[in-house]
T-cell receptor, first 114, second 119 residues
């Protein structure tokens, strides 16, 4: 069965700092990978996704993520964060051979100091 | 993106009663819907996978008799929490994946969640 690990529980940054949130998955087969964001009081929104092709994926709001198959990683990056990026970020994986269920990591809370 | 509507957004019920939560895909057909539970400051824990026209597949540790799932059409799945107790209080979230033939390359769209409080 697939699983997802997010090692950073809470990250605190100042505005304009660069961001990298770690995500590692465990599954031997082909996967689809996602990053979702949950702003305070709101529902989950998709930031970006990887299905195939270019391992460097660009999403909304200036976020990007790189799929490194050899490391089973899909880290999320943003070169310069804003106060409005304060939210909970979830990495998720879906094993293509499964019944399409999506498994989430434990989440990383990002706090941006203005 | 596609829209998934979840209703109600908040519900308070007495211990021992049952509560039904609806999840609708508004502008697409969802062969598969998922039900998650999210505890405060924690991640989404998958409870079950709901497939249209067949029985739901429950994750280990989830009581199927307590959390009844029905996926009667390609746009509606319901979760009924039966004989609710205070420990069932949580945030329940549904998501749906669009039906695209045999393709597994589809994202999931999420409802806004239902805050259940059992008193």
């Amino acid at each position: 069965a697939q699983s997802v690990s997010q090692h950073n529980h809470h990250v605190i940054l100042s505005e304009a700092a660069s961001l990298e949130l770690g995500c590692n998955y465990s599954y031997g087969g082909t996967v689809n990978l996602f990053w979702y964001v949950q702003y305070p009081g709101q529902h989950l929104q998709l930031l970006l996704k990887y299905f195939s092709g270019d391992p460097l994926v660009k999403g909304i709001k200036g976020f990007e993520a790189e799929f490194i198959k050899s490391k089973f990683s899909f880290n999320l990056r943003k070169p310069s964060v804003q106060w409005s990026d304060t939210a909970e970020y979830f990495c998720a994986v879906n094993a293509r051979s499964s019944a399409s269920k999506i498994i989430f990591g434990s989440g990383t809370r990002l706090s941006i100091r203005p | 993106g596609a829209v998934v509507s979840q209703h109600p957004s908040r519900v308070i019920c007495k211990s021992g009663t049952s509560v039904k939560i609806e999840c609708r895909s508004l502008d697409f057909q969802a062969t598969t819907m998922f039900w998650y539970r999210q505890f405060p400051k924690q991640s989404l824990m998958l409870m079950a996978t709901s497939n249209e026209g067949s029985k739901a597949t429950y994750e280990q540790g989830v009581e199927k008799d307590k959390f009844l799932i029905n996926h009667a059409s390609l746009t509606l799945s319901t979760l009924t929490v039966t004989s609710a107790h205070p420990e069932d209080s949580s945030f329940y979230i549904c998501s749906a994946r669009e039906r695209t033939g045999m393709s597994m390359n589809t994202e999931a769209f999420f409802g806004q969640g239902t805050r259940l409080t059992v008193v």
